[in-house]
């Protein structure tokens, strides 16, 4: 079955404390994104990545950090640096930045 | 920067009635015009998208429009039904050809069918 997957899907973290979230896609897709939901903020662009061992930050990329060493991953690090990272995160991939984002499942990101 | 805004944020209506959610971007130079839906728990999934070139465009109960002048572009379902029950995004992209793969997703309508 081709698709996106994240992991975990829930998560939990105590303050002071690096996470770093996974996404993997088997859909042979250049591209690919991170993205945080909160409610009645719709979808904010973390980071992007449009080909392997390169990727530009989004809108909000503060306290995140990624990398994309092979096409199929693109893993986030939230890190202590982010001031609020309790949210829901999004992962999804495209062919080319053109036509149909695919996402992940999510993962829901607590921080105690 | 690039912005894309929706309204309105909520939007309640009786079984059998149409829904229009409306959508403004400010890039000028924004090509691909897809619309989510997000039902609870679930992820976004594609519905209907739109390109530039093109004003208007259906799927069943589904339109998409385009003003590329204004900037504006807008969602209508008609014939409404409870399962179309849950959270519309607007987005916007500059498509391939920019060599910029950057999706900008408005902030949401939670559509709600009465039945």
């Known amino acids: 079955d081709g698709g996106i997957t994240q992991s975990p899907k829930y998560l939990f973290r105590k303050e002071g404390q690096n996470v770093t979230l996974s996404c993997e896609q088997n859909?042979?897709?250049?591209?690919m994104y991170w993205y945080r939901q909160d409610p009645g903020q719709g979808l904010r662009l973390i980071y992007y990545?449009?080909?392997?061992?390169?990727?530009q930050k989004g809108d909000i990329a503060e306290g995140y950090s990624v990398s994309r060493e092979k096409k199929e991953s693109f893993p986030l690090t939230v890190t202590s640096a982010q001031k609020n990272p309790t949210a829901f995160y999004l992962c999804?991939?495209?062919?080319?930045?053109?036509?149909?984002?695919?996402f992940g499942e999510g993962s829901r990101l607590t921080v105690l | 920067g690039e912005n894309v805004e929706q309204h309105p944020s909520t939007l309640s209506v009786q079984e059998g009635d149409s829904a229009v959610i409306k959508c403004t971007y400010s890039?000028?130079?924004?090509?691909?015009f897809p619309w989510y839906k997000q039902e609870l728990g679930k992820r976004p999934q594609l519905i209907i998208d739109i390109r530039s070139n093109v004003g208007e465009k259906k799927d069943q109960r589904i339109a998409v429009t385009l003003n590329k002048t204004a900037k504006h572009f807008s969602l209508h379902i008609t014939e409404t039904q409870p399962e179309d029950s849950a959270v519309y995004f607007c987005?916007?992209?500059?498509?391939?050809?920019?060599?910029?793969?950057?999706?900008?997703f408005g902030t949401g309508t939670r559509l709600k069918v009465l039945a």
């Open positions: 999804a991939s495209s062919r080319a930045g053109d036509g149909e984002l695919f």
């Open positions: 859909l042979n897709h250049d591209a």
């Open positions: 890039d000028s130079a924004s090509n691909y």
């Open positions: 990545s449009q080909i392997v061992n390169d990727f």
């Open positions: 987005a916007a992209s500059r498509g391939r050809n920019s060599g910029t793969y950057k999706y900008i």
